[in-house]
C-alpha cells in the first residue's frame, strides 16, 4: 500500500525550540495559553508555532489548531512565510484530518491570495508552487479532476521557471499516483523514479526523506501490479536499504521509520502471494501487521496486511485461522475506516460462508462485496477516463500559446513605441520648417504687419476654440502613453528584484536598486497617471454598501503598512449597522488613500484615528492624524491635479501629488464633499461626506 494516503501533508517551518516533552504535556499547553494573552511579537509567535507542531505530531490536533489559531489572532506584525505557514497548517488539518475539503479549499485559496505583488512571487517562489500544488490536491479530492490538472501544471511551471527541483518532484509525486488509481502502472512507476531523481538535493528535512523512501516503495508497487515481480522486488530491496541508511540521520523519529518497513514487508509479500510461496509470505505480513498495528502507526496499512493474511487462510483452507483473522478484522472497521478494505473482506466472508455451507450468510456478504465494489468502480470511473497525458499536452500548448501572445504583445508595444518617436520627430522637424518659413514671410512683409496682427488674432481664437478638444485628446495620449509604458517599465523592476539577489559589487548592486526604486516609483506614478484620467468619465456601479465593514476592512489591509512605522489605527464606528448605496471599489480608494497619507505623512509610534459619524442625511468620515500637517501656502493646492503641494513623507516616501485630486472626483460623483483641517502643531484631519 501507500505509504501517505493524502498527497503531501507538510508540517510548519520555524526554528524548533525543546518546549515539548510527554511528561509536561499539559504544561506546556497551559503555557500556550498564557503567552497568548495581548499581542505578540514574532518570536514568540514562532514558539507557539513550533508547540503546535510538537501537539499536531503527537495527534492532538485539535489542541495544536487552537493553539495556533489563537497565537495568529493575537499576533502582530507577522512575516508573510509566517502568515503562509499558518494557512498552511489549517489546509492540512482540514484536509487530512477533518476532510473537510470546502474549508481546506478557503485555506488554499488563501495562500495563493497572499502572492498579491510580482515581488512576492519572485522572492516566495517554492511557497508559490507549493500553493498551486495545494489547491490542485483539495481539487482533485473534490473529483474536479481538470481544475486540479490546471494546478498541479501551473505549479511545474512556477517550479521550472525558478529551476525548483523539490517543487518539480512534488509534481511528478502527484502525476505518478494520478497514473497509479488509473492503473497506468508503467507510466506511473517513470514519474515515481522521475520524483526521485529531482528531491536527490531535497534529501535535508525529514519529509521529503520520507517521500524519497515512499517513492521507492511506489515504484516497486507499480512493477508489481505490471507482475514485473524481479523489478518490484528490486525497489523493495532499496527501499529498505535506504531506510536503514538514513535510520542514524533520523534517529529522533525511530517509529515513522519502523512503520515504513511495515508497510514494505506488506508489499513484498504481494510477490510472493504470487508466486505461491505462502510460507515466505505469511512471514512478511506477520511482521507488518506486528509493525503496524500498534497504537499511532499505520493501522490502515495493517488492516490490508491482515486481508492478505485472511486471503492465504483461504486459499490452504485454514479454516480456523480464518475466521479469527476476518473477526479482528471486524472490529476494526469502528476505527479504520476503509471501502476496500470492506470489500475484500465480505468477499472472504462469502467465502468462508460457502465452505461452512451456509449460502444465505455467503450471498449476503457476495452482494455487500458486489454492492461495495460497484460504488468504487463508479466513484473511480471519472478519474480512470481522464487522460492525463492529452491534459498534459493540452496545458502545454496554452502556455506555449500564452508566452507566443506576450511576446507578440511585446513586439507590438515596440512598433508603437517606434511609431510615436517616428511621428514626433517628424511633427519636431515640420515644427522647425514652419517657423523657419514662417519666420521669413514676417520679415518680407513688414508692410503688412496690421494684417497680419489680425490673422494672428483669427489663429488665436481658433485655438482657443480647439482648446476643449486638445484638452480631451491630452487625456486619451496620457492614458496610452501611460498604459503602454505599464509593462515594460514592471518588466524592468521585476528583472531588477531578480538581479538584485545576485552576485554583484556594492557599486552594481547600488546602481540596480536605483533603477528598481525608479522603476517602481514610475509604475505608482503610471497607475496614478491611469486613475486621474479614468476617474472623470468612467461611470459609478453603485451598490448597497455596509459603511462598517468598507472602513474596517480598509484599514485591516493597511494595519502592517502602518506597524512598519510603528503606528496605530483606531477605528470609531457608526453605533448600528448602515448600508448606503455607493462605489464599494471608488469609496474603498477614497478611505485606503487617506489612511495611506496619514501613515505617510505621520512620524514613527504616532497614532491614526478613522471615524464614522450619522450627521442625518449622510454619513461624515474622518481621518486624523498627528503628523506634519499642510503649510498654509499649499492648502489651497492639495486637491488639484499634478499639484505643487506634494513633499515627501516622513520615512521619505515618494508622493506624486494625484491621490487627492481623485478622491475629491470620487466624493463629487457620490453627491458628497472633501474637505481638511490642519496645522503644523496639531496634524490634519480630512473630512468627506456620502448622502444616504
Known amino acids: 500500500m501507500f505509504i501517505n494516503k493524502g498527497f503531501t501533508k507538510k508540517r510548519l517551518s520555524g526554528n524548533l525550540w525543546i518546549c515539548f516533552l510527554t511528561a509536561f504535556i499539559f504544561t506546556l499547553i497551559s503555557s500556550c495559553q498564557h503567552q497568548q494573552k495581548g499581542h505578540l511579537s514574532s518570536s514568540a509567535y514562532n514558539k507557539i508555532a513550533d508547540t503546535a507542531n510538537k501537539l499536531y505530531?503527537?495527534?492532538?490536533?485539535?489542541?495544536?489548531?487552537?493553539?495556533?489559531?489563537?497565537?495568529?489572532?493575537?499576533?502582530?506584525?507577522?512575516?508573510?512565510k509566517q502568515v503562509y505557514n499558518y494557512y498552511f497548517f489549517i489546509y492540512n488539518y482540514n484536509l487530512h484530518i477533518k476532510n473537510d475539503k470546502n474549508t481546506a479549499l478557503l485555506y488554499a485559496d488563501s495562500m495563493?491570495?497572499?502572492?498579491?505583488?510580482?515581488?512576492k512571487k519572485l522572492k516566495f517562489t517554492n511557497e508559490y508552487g507549493q500553493a498551486h500544488l495545494s489547491k490542485g490536491d483539495v481539487l482533485f479530492d473534490l473529483r474536479?479532476?481538470?481544475?486540479?490538472?490546471g494546478y498541479f501544471y501551473s505549479g511545474k511551471v512556477i517550479a521550472n521557471n525558478n529551476l525548483d527541483d523539490c517543487t518539480l518532484g512534488d509534481y511528478s509525486y502527484r502525476m505518478g499516483m494520478i497514473l497509479y488509481k488509473q492503473e497506468r502502472y508503467g507510466r506511473a512507476a517513470r514519474f515515481f523514479k522521475k520524483s526521485f531523481d529531482e528531491t536527490a538535493a531535497c534529501d535535508g528535512s525529514f519529509n521529503y526523506f520520507y517521500r524519497r523512501q515512499e517513492l521507492l516503495n511506489n515504484t516497486g508497487l507499480s512493477y508489481g501490479k505490471k507482475l514485473m515481480n524481479d523489478s518490484a522486488m528490486y525497489f523493495y530491496n532499496k527501499a529498505l536499504e535506504y531506510l536503514e541508511q538514513n535510520k542514524a540521520r533520523f534517529k529522533d523519529k525511530p517509529q515513522m521509520g519502523e512503520v515504513a518497513k511495515g508497510v514494505v514487508y506488506g508489499n513484498m509479500a504481494d510477490i510472493y502471494l504470487r508466486q505461491k510461496d505462502y510460507d515466505r509470505a505469511k512471514n512478511l505480513l506477520k511482521k507488518s501487521i506486528a509493525i503496524n498495528l500498534r497504537k499511532g502507526n499505520d493501522n490502515s496499512d495493517a488492516q490490508y496486511a491482515e486481508l492478505k493474511l485472511a486471503a492465504i487462510y483461504d486459499d490452504q483452507n485454514a479454516n480456523d485461522s480464518l475466521q479469527n483473522i476476518l473477526n479482528t478484522i471486524k472490529l476494526q472497521f469502528d476505527s479504520v475506516k476503509s471501502p476496500e478494505a470492506e470489500q475484500d473482506w465480505n468477499l472472504l466472508m462469502?467465502?468462508?460462508?460457502?465452505?461452512?455451507n451456509n449460502p444465505q450468510q455467503a450471498m449476503l456478504h457476495f452482494k455487500k462485496?458486489?454492492?461495495?465494489?460497484?460504488?468504487?468502480?463508479?466513484n473511480n470511473r471519472k478519474l480512470k477516463e481522464a487522460d492525463?497525458?492529452?491534459?498534459?499536452?493540452?496545458?502545454?500548448?496554452?502556455?506555449?500559446?500564452?508566452?507566443?501572445?506576450?511576446?507578440?504583445?511585446?513586439?507590438?508595444?515596440?512598433?508603437?513605441?517606434?511609431?510615436?518617436?517616428?511621428?514626433?520627430?517628424?511633427?519636431?522637424?515640420?515644427?522647425?520648417?514652419?517657423?523657419?518659413?514662417?519666420?521669413?514671410?514676417?520679415?518680407k512683409m513688414l508692410g503688412g504687419l496690421n494684417n497680419q496682427i489680425n490673422n494672428q488674432n483669427h489663429d488665436l481664437e481658433k485655438a482657443l476654440n480647439e482648446l476643449q478638444l486638445n484638452s480631451q485628446e491630452k487625456d486619451r495620449i496620457l492614458r496610452t502613453v501611460a498604459h503602454d509604458l505599464r509593462n515594460p517599465?514592471?518588466?524592468?523592476?521585476?528583472?531588477?528584484?531578480?538581479?538584485?539577489?545576485?552576485?554583484?559589487?556594492?557599486?552594481?548592486?547600488?546602481?540596480?536598486?536605483l533603477i528598481k526604486e525608479t522603476s517602481f516609483n514610475s509604475i505608482e506614478l503610471i497607475n496614478e497617471i491611469l486613475e486621474a484620467t479614468n476617474s472623470t468619465s468612467v461611470v459609478l456601479?453603485?451598490?448597497?454598501?455596509?459603511?462598517?465593514?468598507?472602513i474596517s476592512n480598509s484599514a485591516e489591509l493597511l494595519r502592517f503598512k502602518a506597524a512598519e512605522k510603528q503606528q496605530v489605527i483606531s477605528l470609531v464606528m457608526l453605533s448600528q449597522s448602515m448600508e448606503i448605496c455607493i462605489s464599494r471599489e471608488k469609496i474603498w480608494r477614497v478611505i485606503s488613500n487617506l489612511i495611506s497619507n496619514a501613515i505617510k505623512f505621520s512620524p514613527v509610534a504616532s497614532a491614526i484615528l478613522v471615524k464614522a459619524e450619522d450627521a442625518g442625511h449622510e454619513i461624515e468620515i474622518s481621518v486624523k492624524d498627528n503628523g506634519i500637517g499642510i503649510p498654509d501656502k499649499l492648502k489651497n493646492q492639495v486637491f488639484n491635479m499634478f499639484t505643487d503641494a506634494k513633499r515627501p513623507g516622513t520615512a521619505g516616501e515618494k508622493s506624486f501629488g494625484l491621490g487627492l485630486s481623485i478622491c475629491q472626483q470620487i466624493i463629487e460623483k457620490h453627491g458628497g464633499r472633501i474637505w481638511f483641517d490642519s496645522d503644523t502643531e496639531n496634524g490634519t484631519t480630512f473630512y468627506f461626506t456620502l448622502p444616504k
Open 57 to 80: 505530531d503527537n495527534g492532538q490536533y485539535e489542541k495544536a489548531v487552537h493553539c495556533l489559531d489563537s497565537a495568529f489572532h493575537e499576533s502582530t506584525a507577522l512575516g508573510f
Open 350 to 356: 462469502s467465502h468462508q460462508f460457502s465452505k461452512l
Open 144 to 149: 474536479r479532476y481538470n481544475e486540479a490538472y
Open 388 to 443: 492525463v497525458a492529452e491534459q498534459v499536452k493540452s496545458l502545454e500548448k496554452d502556455n506555449e500559446f500564452n508566452n507566443l501572445k506576450k511576446n507578440n504583445e511585446l513586439q507590438h508595444l515596440y512598433l508603437n513605441v517606434t511609431s510615436v518617436f517616428a511621428i514626433m520627430l517628424i511633427v519636431i522637424i515640420s515644427l522647425i520648417f514652419f517657423n523657419w518659413q514662417k519666420s521669413k514671410k514676417n520679415i
Open 112 to 119: 495563493l491570495n497572499i502572492f498579491d505583488t510580482p515581488e
Open 369 to 378: 462485496y458486489d454492492e461495495i465494489k460497484d460504488t468504487i468502480t463508479s
Open 489 to 513: 517599465i514592471g518588466g524592468i523592476a521585476s528583472l531588477t528584484s531578480v538581479m538584485s539577489e545576485e552576485d554583484y559589487t556594492d557599486e552594481q548592486k547600488e546602481m540596480i536598486k
Open 541 to 550: 456601479n453603485k451598490e448597497p454598501v455596509e459603511i462598517n465593514s468598507l
